[in-house]
C-alpha cells in the first residue's frame, strides 16, 4: 500500500483545511486509517483514526470537536477535515495505514507510513 497525502499549506488562526490521503491498492477498506502530525522538535504523535468500514472513530483530546476523519472506501482516500486551526496544530501531518483504528490511537499497529503534508497555521 502506497500513502500519498496533500491539502496541506499556510492559514490563519480559526481557518479549516482538508487534508487527503491516496492509497493505492485493492484492499483499502481493510486497513484501519489514521493521521498523526510532527512538530518542530516534538515526537510524532496521534490526530486521529479510523475503522475500515468508517464506523469507528478515536481523536486525540486536542483535535476533539475541531477535526473529523472520514473516508471514501470508493475512491481509497481518507480525509482530514481540521476546523478551528490554531498555531498549536503547525506541523508535518502523515497518514497511516494500519491494523485497528484502536492500535493505531494507542500509537500501534502501523503497517504504513505516507510522505507528509505541511500544515502552518499563522496567529
Known amino acids: 500500500v502506497q500513502l500519498q497525502a496533500s491539502g496541506g499549506g499556510l492559514v490563519q488562526a480559526g481557518d479549516s483545511l482538508r487534508l487527503s490521503c491516496a492509497a493505492s491498492?485493492?484492499?483499502?477498506?481493510?486497513?484501519?486509517m489514521g493521521w498523526f502530525r510532527q512538530a518542530p522538535g516534538k515526537e510524532r504523535e496521534f490526530v486521529a483514526s479510523?475503522?475500515?468500514?468508517?464506523?469507528?472513530?478515536y481523536y486525540a483530546d486536542s483535535v476533539k470537536g475541531r477535526f473529523t476523519i472520514s473516508r471514501d472506501n470508493a475512491k481509497n482516500t481518507v480525509y482530514l477535515q481540521m476546523n478551528s486551526l490554531k498555531p498549536e496544530d503547525t506541523a508535518v501531518y502523515y497518514c497511516?495505514?494500519?491494523?485497528?483504528?484502536?492500535?493505531?490511537?494507542?500509537?500501534?499497529?502501523?503497517?504504513?507510513w505516507g510522505k507528509g503534508t505541511q500544515v502552518t497555521v499563522s496567529s
Open positions: 497511516a495505514a494500519g491494523t485497528t483504528a484502536q492500535a493505531m490511537y494507542w500509537r500501534g499497529g502501523i503497517d504504513y
Open positions: 491498492g485493492r484492499t483499502f477498506s481493510s486497513y484501519a
Open positions: 479510523i475503522s475500515g468500514s468508517g464506523g469507528t472513530r
